[in-house]
Structure formats: C-alpha cells, structure tokens
C-alpha cells in the first residue's frame, strides 16, 4: 500500500522560505514521476511541481518558476520542495502526488493515483 506523508509547512512572512518534504512507503522514489500540487479551499488542485523517475527533469508551473525547487532523495525515499521568495498567493494546502499513469500531462491532478494528507502554508503580507 503507498503512503505519502508531507511534513514542514506552517506559517511564514513574505520573502521567507519553507521546505516541505514528503517521505514515501510502499513505494520507491525513483521509480515513477513524483509531483507537488497544492490547493485553495473551493478551488481544484493545480500542479505546481514535477520530477522525472531519474531527477534529470524538472518540470515547474510559472507561477512558481525560479522560486520553488523540486528534488528526491532516493536513498531517504524522500521527496522535496524548497520554496523560496514566498509570497501570500503562495497560501495554500500542498500535497505530494505519484503513480502517473502511462501518458498523461505530468502537471495535471489527474495523472496521478497516490496521494498525501496535504501539508498547509501560510504565507502573510
């Protein structure tokens, strides 16, 4: 059974910076597309982030470009992203994301079939 468990949001003024993580079971990091989405209340999930099985591509929404980093720690089984220059529209409930199914879009909420919990930040002004 794959479980994905996102840790490190919180609160944080603008300008600052978080790293979220996400720790994988039942599942090997490395071997599938792994992605952070996040999400407003009332609103759909919106790909923000994404890695290929062998971390040699990265794939990020503009919105995010230049400010956030993806990466994976096989070793740790581990999934990152460092958020710098956060700003309030980065508020939001982020969660990590594989199991792409074969073909779709690697930004799309619907690619993916295992999920996480969700980890919030909270960005003020």
């Known amino acids: 059974q794959v479980q994905l468990v996102e840790s490190g949001g919180g609160s944080v003024e603008a300008g600052g910076s978080l790293r979220l993580s996400c720790v994988a079971s039942?599942?090997?990091?490395?071997?599938?597309?792994m992605a952070w989405f996040r999400q407003a209340p009332g609103n759909e999930r919106v790909g923000i982030a994404a890695?290929?099985?062998?971390?040699?591509?990265?794939f990020y929404a503009d919105s995010v470009k230049g400010r956030f980093t993806i990466s994976q720690d096989n070793a740790k089984n581990t999934l990152y992203l460092q958020m710098n220059s956060l700003k309030p529209e980065d508020t939001d409930m982020y969660y990590c994301?594989?199991?792409?199914?074969?073909?779709?879009?690697?930004?799309?909420?619907?690619?993916?079939?295992?999920w996480g919990q969700g980890a919030q930040v909270t960005v003020s002004s």
């Open positions: 039942g599942y090997t990091v490395g071997l599938d597309y």
């Open positions: 890695i290929s099985p062998s971390g040699g591509s990265t």
């Open positions: 994301a594989t199991g792409r199914r074969v073909g779709s879009v690697v930004l799309a909420s619907r690619a993916y079939q295992y």
